[in-house]
């Protein structure tokens, strides 16, 4: 078992990450903020190290001694990187280079990269996307996802500093913030639960991957420490929805008739993503996937419980 870092770890899919690299063995630390929050991650044995991304002095003291480093942070959504790109360049894709520079010089000996499934192939028109396709994002966020993929082939290249980018779709369930800016799900059931309308952008009948969060966990571990065939993989589930049978599994999850507000779908929004995972499945094989009214009725029940609070 490994010494790992994960950056981002009181975040949605990093809190998540935590407990699954405690449980199957490896000696955790725990890097965030922690800013005003207890840490979001049910295990005690991780150990927490408060700082800030944006401070160098502060990564440098995180890498330290580890052996295995998880980049599970963002500072921005896909809507305030598009409200300000800068930010995004400034923050994301400057930081993260600042990140790898401290892993080199730590001897840190692989990284992993949360990039994204759900917008970095664009809008070809294709029912799925494998890895071999082309990345065309138009949005901001994404087109930082890309350029971070390309500096870890450059610090592979240069330094030898191995890393494995993992492309994830669209991922819902427990601990993520339903007062964000970032995931129908989520959002929608806040909603629900404050009697508000659910907002819908268009027809409902673009088409997403989700993918359960404790299932994107299971699907990371097999990867984590050994040697694989590919430096890429597509996480999701493979499995497209619509935003209207999302909402109709909302409706039948919560029971309740709620109304539907609809916006115009913004243009770096694309039509359809579902992500082929084909790669992943025949290198680690096949799993059990959640089902999304299970994976929606988890989610139901922790928004339903805080917000009663």
């Known amino acids: 078992m490994a010494r790992a870092l994960v950056v981002g770890a009181n975040g949605f899919i ?22 005003s929050q207890r840490p979001t991650f049910a295990s005690t044995a991780p150990a927490v190290l ?19 480093v998880f980049h599970f942070l963002s500072t921005t959504t896909p809507a305030t990187a598009e409200a300000d790109p800068t930010l995004d360049i400034r923050t994301n894709v400057a930081q993260t280079v600042e990140l790898l520079e401290a892993c080199v010089a730590a001897g840190v000996e692989h990284v992993y990269f949360a990039s994204t499934g759900g917008a970095i192939y664009g809008d070809q028109g294709k029912l799925e996307y494998a890895e071999t396709d082309r ?16 500096y870890l082939r450059y610090f592979r290249a240069k330094h030898g500093l191995r890393s494995t980018v993992l492309r994830v779709s669209n991922p819902y369930g427990t601990r993520q913030k339903p007062n964000s800016k970032q995931g ?22 673009m088409v997403r991957d989700y993918v359960f969060v404790e299932d994107l966990v299971r699907m990371i571990l097999p990867i984590v420490g050994r040697s694989t065939v590919h430096d890429l993989y597509n996480m999701g589930s493979g499995v497209g929805y619509s935003v209207n049978e999302v909402i109709d599994s909302l409706r039948r999850v919560t029971g309740i008739d709620f109304e539907i507000e609809e916006r115009r779908i913004p243009p770096t929004f694309v039509d359809r993503v579902v992500l082929n995972t084909d790669r992943y499945r025949s290198e680690f094989g096949e799993f059990p996937l959640t089902a999304l009214d299970d994976g929606v009725r988890r989610t139901y029940d922790e928004i339903r419980r805080h917000v009663d609070a």
């Open 50 to 68: 408060q700082g800030e991304f944006l401070s160098r002095a502060d990564l440098e003291t995180a890498v330290g001694g580890q052996q295995l």
């Open 135 to 150: 990345a065309l994002p138009i949005s901001p966020y994404a087109i930082g996802k890309l350029t971070i993929e390309h």
């Open 184 to 205: 129908l799900i989520p959002i929608a059931l806040r909603q629900i639960v404050l009697g508000r309308p659910v907002v819908r952008f268009g027809d409902g009948s």
């Open 14 to 35: 990093g809190s998540h990450l935590v407990d699954a690299l405690v449980e199957s063995g490896h000696d955790v630390t725990a890097f965030d903020r922690f800013s």
